[in-house]
Nanobody, 128 residues
Framework: QVQLVESGGGLVQAGGSLRLSCVAS????????MGWFRQAPGKEREFVGT??????????EDSVKGRFTISRDNDVTMNTIYLIIDSLAPEDTAVYYC???????????????????WGRGTQVTVSS
């Protein structure tokens, strides 16, 4: 079992920035990839970006490239990843979820169905 808890959401003005956190606990040694998704009201959950759990390059959905950054805490024992969002816009309003893929086999990190565990999400609301 892996537990994921997101935090850092809130109400921000357009143009601002936010840093969302996702803390993993439990069988974290089994995690091989982490992803961020978001779901806006009335829309389907969509892929935002992904980061390998131990090492490797990040990958983002095209529409957020350049504004979104994913990183892992420098202290790996924190088992925490971050999603930093710059130049927030009203269309970024959504519930943001982190998710984990467990090994040993890599899966398509863009697809929500590839992920084994999900957090409950954190709400981001951007006012214009």
């Amino acid at each position: 079992q892996v537990q994921l808890v997101e935090s850092g959401g809130g109400l921000v003005q357009a143009g601002g920035s936010l840093r969302l956190s996702c803390v993993a606990s439990g069988r974290t040694f089994s995690i091989i990839d982490m992803g961020w998704f978001r779901q806006a009201p009335g829309k389907e959950r969509e892929f935002v970006g992904t980061i390998p759990w131990t090492d490797g390059t990040t990958r983002f959905e095209d529409s957020v490239k350049g504004r979104f950054t994913i990183s892992r805490d420098n202290d790996v024992t924190m088992n925490t990843i971050y999603l930093i969002i710059d130049s927030l816009a009203p269309e970024d309003t959504a519930v943001y979820y982190c998710a984990a893929i467990l090994g040993p086999h890599h899966k398509d990190t863009v697809k929500a169905e590839s992920y084994d565990y999900w957090g409950r999400g954190t709400q981001v609301t951007v006012s214009s």
